[in-house]
């Protein structure tokens, strides 16, 4: 290897070095960055409500991998799939409206206690049948858990109180098959 060789290896070394370094900054301060994670989370919900319905809004408020786990109902939804929940809820409930009645945040973890409010005027879709809509009004307890990282939801874990919505909703729990079977 002759000097200009030598030279040449050096610098292409150096600015290796350079555009590491410069990456590692750029990383180190996206992870210092500090998020308004209620404002995310108010914002998420608002893409959410029946006069809104923003799905690309809705969707962008996840990470890439985020995740929305619907806990009583025993079911979760990633990518594309993110929007389901949100659609179904808005058939069911046109005007649908989360009223927060608390919001806590512990830095990258938002737990919030809230009711899930609207009108049955759509049909709900069941492993049964569909339960044509009633007009009921609903407000269904629930606490949210959100999982944020680097302004983004992560992971979104629901715990709505579905035996209450059903009973709002007019559905009587099915004792009596229940006690047939056992």
């Known amino acids: 290897m002759n000097a200009n060789e030598r030279e040449r290896d050096m610098s292409r070394t150096i600015k290796a070095n350079k555009e590491a370094a410069i990456d590692e900054a750029i990383t180190r301060r996206e992870s210092q960055k500090t998020y308004d994670n209620e404002a995310i989370v108010r914002n998420a919900y608002h893409t959410a409500e029946g006069n809104v319905l923003d799905i690309p809004g809705w969707i962008g408020s996840f990470t890439e991998d985020g995740v929305f786990n619907n806990v009583s109902g025993e079911a979760s939804y990633r990518g594309e799939h993110?929007?389901?929940?949100?659609?179904?809820?808005?058939?069911?409930?046109?005007?649908?409206?989360?009223?927060?009645?608390?919001?806590?945040?512990?830095?990258?973890?938002?737990?919030?206690?809230?009711?899930?409010?609207?009108?049955?005027?759509?049909?709900?879709?069941?492993?049964?049948?569909?339960?044509?809509?009633?007009?009921?009004?609903?407000?269904?307890?629930?606490?949210?858990?959100?999982?944020?990282?680097?302004?983004?939801?992560?992971?979104?874990?629901?715990?709505?109180?579905?035996?209450?919505?059903?009973?709002?909703?007019?559905?009587?729990?099915?004792?009596?098959?229940?006690?047939?079977?056992?």
């Open 82 to 182: 993110l929007k389901d929940v949100v659609i179904t809820f808005a058939k069911m409930f046109p005007d649908v409206h989360r009223e927060l009645y608390r919001v806590n945040v512990m830095g990258a973890v938002v737990a919030i206690e809230l009711a899930i409010q609207g009108t049955f005027r759509g049909p709900m879709e069941t492993p049964a049948g569909v339960i044509q809509p009633t007009g009921a009004k609903v407000a269904i307890p629930c606490a949210d858990f959100f999982y944020m990282r680097n302004g983004k939801i992560e992971r979104f874990d629901c715990y709505p109180a579905l035996n209450i919505m059903l009973k709002q909703m007019g559905v009587p729990p099915d004792f009596a098959s229940a006690v047939k079977r056992h």
